[in-house]
T-cell receptor, first 113, second 116 residues
Framework: NAGVTQTPKFRILKIGQSMTLQCTQD?????MYWYRQDPGMGLKLIYY???????DKGEVPNGYNVSRSTTEDFPLRLELAAPSQTSVYFC????????????FGPGTRLLVL | AQSVTQLGSHVSVSEGALVLLRCNYS??????LFWYVQYPNQGLQLLLK??????LVKGINGFEAEFKKSETSFHLTKPSAHMSDAAEYFC??????????????FGRGTSLIVHP
């Protein structure tokens, strides 16, 4: 049981490039989330999904896109990377919402130059 | 809509001293409350959570937190700090979004520094 896995661990992008951050969970969780973490700012929700085929915007969705074709996978797409997207990105999953615990992946550190 | 305030971006204690990390929330309905810990270069993991069963919640590694509705607080404490407690701690609150889902909102985090 690997939990939540994320790839890559680290990536350097040039301004204007695109990339996909991968996230997979093997716990059969319905809910999945993408957060970005910037120093002193906590975690900001980018997108979330309550099940396959259903996604919704979080607090900071601009510049990102997601899809959820399967229960296990929730990739995050960055189009036209900008320096403001330099951050650490965390994927998380939970069985449901309300009081359910979120399980986090190890993170992807992204640097846009 | 909810918000979470963590007082103090950094808290410094000596090994063996009391740890107190503060969290205040605002919510339009009774919330679900969480404390997560993040060790360097890792993801977050759950320390404890309040789900309305009991106001004093015990978590892993000797941490506990008390839900005080009148003060809208959920402060995290540990009687005696260990060097291994040095980490970033996040308070989170979960209450309904416009779409009806309960999606957590995180505080800005408090970095706990433990001195020998």
């Amino acid at each position: 049981n690997a939990g939540v896995t994320q790839t890559p661990k680290f990536r350097i992008l040039k301004i204007g490039q695109s990339m996909t951050l991968q996230c997979t969970q093997d716990m059969n969780h319905n809910y999945m989330y993408w957060y970005r973490q910037d120093p002193g700012m906590g975690l900001k929700l980018i997108y979330y999904s309550v099940g396959a085929g259903i996604t919704d915007k979080g607090e900071v969705p601009n510049g990102y896109n997601v899809s959820r074709s399967t229960t296990e996978d929730f990739p995050l797409r960055l189009e036209l990377a900008a320096p403001s997207q330099t951050s650490v990105y965390f994927c998380a999953s939970s069985y449901a919402d309300r009081q359910e615990t979120q399980y986090f992946g190890p993170g992807t550190r992204l640097l846009v130059l | 809509a909810q918000s979470v305030t963590q007082l103090g971006s950094h808290v410094s204690v000596s090994e063996g001293a009391l740890v107190l990390l503060r969290c205040n929330y605002s919510s339009s309905v009774p919330p679900y409350l969480f404390w997560y810990v993040q060790y360097p270069n890792q993801g977050l993991q759950l320390l404890l959570k309040y789900t309305s069963a009991a106001t004093l919640v015990k978590g892993i590694n000797g941490f506990e937190a008390e839900f005080k509705k009148s003060e809208t607080s959920f402060h995290l404490t540990k009687p005696s700090a260990h060097m291994s407690d040095a980490a970033e701690y996040f308070c989170a609150v979960s209450d309904p979004t416009a779409g009806g889902s309960y999606i957590p909102t995180f505080g800005r985090g408090t970095s706990l520094i433990v001195h020998p």
